[in-house]
């Protein structure tokens, strides 16, 4: 038996009936990740870093109240783990360690489950959509290592598809969870803005981003999800709504499920083989009992101007307080700390990477005197306007149901030098992270060159539930979810 293929939910299973222990577990991982990470690289500090923070029990016991007990979780490099390295994959916050567990890796702690403090790698800051922009280098797509796993979770879903993780954490703030899902073949959950806390979670946009899962299967992003999700007082921004238990949705009846295709998603410029894949995948929605019929989103064309501005103001703001004085890098030197704004430029200058730079410069303009009217405030009413187009949708619909990427994945280098390129890989989600609604991507097929291409389902706020039942219906009625690359 290769432990490491399991999914969590096996896991489970098995030490619940002492068919494995935490440390047969963690040994398995051990020694994949060792087997992999030279060509894959979906870790960070490989060298430095023991993979578990505790010593495993000599004797395992489940307990009911930890259903994620004795199982091991990555983590993002952007969620703080309490005295472990959180870096965002960024030379300006080199040796940064938190004080303090976010909100997530608490309650994960409290579910039993090992958190890996071994970090999984992003871009910087979570500013990418390739994984490429990493103080630490590039993360590798498993399926084919000439490509890119996406971004800017693309350390967690390698590791998840490369079978070096179980489970994963990521963040989302326009995509940065279900796009990477998509490109290697894993399922990825964005949840609804406040439906799990950011407390913890270094911030890129504080209005947009969201903590979710990466797994194997859908049934493992339940169980994940049932283990972060809740109200928060720590965080402002998180709703006290009751969180039920995702499992129980997890049924293959979807007759009568009424789920819209939005006519603006299928447009000039999606690749062949995906629009092929993501057609064929709604044909078997329909099969299996959907009523699938058009709707219109019409503000989409705008989603990408609209995130740009907002997105870029709230990371300027928010990276304003990387000063080089409490925390993280600082310029050596005795000259410019004379001088507090010549320590500003040379640490900042030295710290932050080109897509850092780029993006923080164009939100301080969004943002500057003369400038806030005419591109923050207005983004802000077209991104009411967007919100709307979803409201208007689900008043007719149970899901949306869209593809999650134009294109399959990109190879390494390919769009390094075309910013805008780069963002339109985003084009299929960012509206999702606009209007604080969830979605999920799950794996419906392969290219030609064996890329994988996901799905993207669409739900009203805090109805995950209906995510959860339209995913596990169709995984559990098609082959995907149960590929793997050769590696």
Not at 42 to 66: G, M, Q
Not at 223 to 241: C, E, F, M, P, R
Not at 262 to 290: C, N
Not at 460 to 480: G, R
Request: charged content about 25%; aromatic content about 8%; glycine content about 8%.
């Amino acid at each position: 038996m290769d432990i490491c293929r399991l999914t969590a939910s096996e896991l489970i299973e098995k030490l619940r009936h002492n068919e494995l222990s935490p440390k047969d577990i963690v040994e398995s991982l051990r020694k994949r990740i060792r087997a992999l990470e030279p060509q894959v690289r979906a870790y960070v500090r490989l060298d430095n870093a023991p993979l578990i923070s505790k010593l495993l029990e000599t004797v395992f016991t489940p307990d009911p109240n930890k259903p994620l007990k004795g199982i091991p979780v990555a983590v993002k490099d952007n969620i703080c783990t309490e005295g472990h390295a959180t870096e965002c994959c960024s030379k300006i916050l080199e040796g940064f360690r938190p004080p303090y567990d976010a909100t997530v890796i608490r309650k994960l702690k409290e579910a039993g489950a090992l958190i890996l403090t071994k970090k999984t790698n992003m871009d910087e800051f979570a500013f990418g959509s390739s994984t490429e922009n990493s103080c630490f280098g590039a993360s590798r797509n498993p399926w084919d290592l000439a490509c890119v796993p996406g971004g800017s979770s693309g350390g967690s879903a390698a590791a998840v598809a490369a079978d070096e993780a179980f489970l994963a954490l990521g963040s989302d703030t326009g995509g940065s969870i279900r796009q990477p899902a998509s490109f290697c073949g894993v399922v990825g959950l964005k949840p609804t803005y406040g439906r799990v806390s950011r407390y913890g979670l270094i911030a890129f946009a504080s209005s947009l981003d969201q903590i979710g899962p990466l797994t194997k299967d859908v049934k493992d992003a339940a169980i994940l999800l049932n283990a972060i999700a809740g109200y928060d007082s720590l965080d402002s921004t998180s709703v006290n709504i009751k969180v039920p238990d995702y499992t129980e949705f997890l049924a293959t009846d979807i007759k009568g499920i009424r789920i819209g295709i939005p006519k603006e998603y299928f447009v000039e410029g999606m690749d062949q083989e995906v629009k092929e894949a993501t057609d064929e995948a709604i044909a078997e929605l329909r099969r299996r009992g959907a009523v699938c019929k058009e709707v219109s989103l019409p503000h989409t064309q705008y989603a990408i101007p609209v995130y740009y501005i907002i997105a870029t103001a709230e990371a300027s703001s928010n990276l304003a307080r990387f000063d080089a004085v409490q925390y993280g890098l600082r310029a050596a030197g005795e000259a410019h700390v004379q001088n507090m704004i010549s320590l500003y430029k040379k640490t900042r200058g030295a710290g932050f990477g080109e897509e850092a730079k780029r993006r923080i410069i164009l939100g301080t303009f969004g943002l500057s005197h003369g400038y806030y009217e005419a591109y923050y405030l207005r983004a802000l009413k077209v991104r009411t306007l967007i919100k709307r187009d979803f409201d208007r949708a689900f008043a007719e619909f149970d899901c949306i149901v869209t593809p999650t990427t134009p294109t399959p994945s990109f190879r390494i280098g390919e769009k390094a030098e075309d910013p805008l390129s780069m963002y339109l890989s985003d084009i299929y989600t960012i509206s999702v992270n606009l209007a604080g609604i969830p979605a999920i991507s799950i794996p419906c097929g392969f290219t030609s060159k064996k890329l994988p291409v996901g799905l993207q389902i669409l739900a009203k706020p805090f109805d995950e539930e209906m995510l959860f039942k339209v995913a596990y219906a169709y995984e559990q009625n098609t082959p995907w979810h149960l590929e793997k690359p050769k590696l």
